[in-house]
Structures are given as structure tokens and as C-alpha cells.
């Protein structure tokens, strides 16, 4: 069975959150301020012409997208290559490489199989120079070995396990990002793959849960 293990955690105001107080919680620095600032418009420039996020979502950027993503990285301190399945807008992916760019050997793997989303993906990281390489590709075909591989809005868990397998195999743990029909997919996933999983409160929106997962492998034959 999953077992709950909310961390302590501060709380987050009601009103929308500006850029001080994500960077009071988070710790993020001036520069990483304003990447996510140059981030959130090309998001909003590029979203006129794609479907990247949901257009009533870009005016609480800071809570919705922004902590949404930074909440991953006191997760798993220590990890320093990630691989973000399905990033499409390049959430947790990009905003994990913005706030991490000053560490030694950090480095984001953006999974994304649309080519178009590809594009936004490859402007945004080569205008801000961040720690991450854009692959148009699917998740399962490729050949990674990272610390973390993480989702957010990108399948079913059933699915997703499916897609990390090959991750897991290679040593990876993994942080998915979910809503509040979590348990559901959880029991859903059981009937075919065998995992553990911590369930974990998210910071950004009291509906939301991560997912913990520290293996995975098909479930035995009943």
C-alpha cells in the first residue's frame, strides 16, 4: 500500500504569488528571477500560436507553473541529471534547469515527441542557456541514465510507468507530478506494474500530490 509521508512545508498565501515570494520560498536568485520572468512571456508569446498550457493558468504563472516545478528539487537534493517525460511546455523540465544552472553537472533531459512544442522547447533553452538538451522523441525509445525522471500532465500512471521502465532499469527514482485522482490511478497502475510509492503533498495546490516512486516492475501474474 502507498504510504503518506507529508513533509513539513511553509504555507502558501491565498492571493496569486509574486515573484518575491516564490523566490522566498524556493530560494531562487535574481537571475533565476528573471529567466523565469523571460520564460513566462515567451510561454505566453508562443501559447497564442500552440497549445502549450491552458491559457487561463499563464496569470497565476508563479503558483501554477513556477512552484509547481521548483517543489521537485528538495525532493532528491543530490540528483543532478533529470529526465522530464512529455515536458511539452518544458514543465518541471525548464524551470528545474533555471534554478539549478550554477550547479556543477546539472543537467535536464526535455522528452517531448511533438515536434512543434520541440521548437518552443529549443528557443527557450538556447535564449537562456540552461543545462538542457531537447529530445523529439518518445520516452521509452530513448537511451538515458539519469538521477530523476519526471512528468507532470503527460499520462495515467499505468501508462507512465510504462514509459520510465526503462529508466528505472538503469537506477533512476522518479517524481511525478499528479492530481487529485492520484489514488485512483495508483490502484489502476497496481493491477500491472509492481512499485513502491510515497504520496506527498504539493506546495502549489492543496488537490495536488507527488508521486514518489523508487521502483518499478510488471506486476506478478495473479
Not at 511546455?89 to 525548464?94: I, N, R
Not at 542557456?129 to 539519469?146: K, W, Y
Not at 538521477?147 to 527514482?173: E, H, M, N, Q, W
Request: proline share 8%.
Amino acid at each position: 500500500m502507498p504510504a503518506a509521508t507529508p513533509p513539513d512545508t511553509p504555507l502558501i498565501p491565498e492571493a496569486p504569488l509574486t515573484p518575491e515570494a516564490f523566490a522566498a520560498l524556493t530560494g531562487a536568485d535574481e537571475r533565476a528571477l528573471a529567466d523565469l520572468e523571460i520564460y513566462r512571456a515567451r510561454l505566453e508569446d508562443w501559447n497564442q500560436r500552440m497549445n502549450l498550457v491552458g491559457p487561463a493558468t499563464l496569470p497565476a504563472f508563479w503558483s501554477r507553473h513556477a512552484l509547481d516545478s521548483a517543489q521537485l528539487l528538495p525532493l532528491a537534493p543530490e540528483a543532478l541529471t533529470w529526465a522530464d517525460l512529455g515536458t511539452g511546455a518544458g514543465l518541471p523540465g525548464v524551470v528545474l534547469a533555471i534554478l539549478s544552472r550554477n550547479r556543477p553537472g546539472f543537467h535536464v533531459h526535455l522528452v517531448e515527441s511533438m515536434a512543434k512544442r520541440c521548437r518552443f522547447l529549443e528557443a527557450v533553452t538556447e535564449e537562456l542557456g540552461l543545462p538542457a538538451t531537447v529530445h523529439n522523441d518518445r520516452a521509452e525509445a530513448l537511451d538515458l541514465s539519469v538521477d530523476i525522471v519526471t512528468s507532470r500532465a503527460c499520462a495515467p500512471l499505468v501508462r507512465l510507468l510504462g514509459y520510465a521502465r526503462p529508466y528505472f532499469r538503469r537506477g533512476a527514482g522518479a517524481l511525478f507530478l499528479k492530481g487529485q485522482d492520484v489514488v485512483a490511478e495508483i490502484e489502476d497502475a497496481t493491477r500491472s506494474w509492481d512499485f513502491e510509492v510515497d504520496i506527498l503533498p504539493s506546495l502549489s495546490d492543496d488537490r495536488g500530490r507527488i508521486l514518489r516512486i523508487r521502483s518499478s516492475g510488471r506486476a506478478p501474474r495473479r
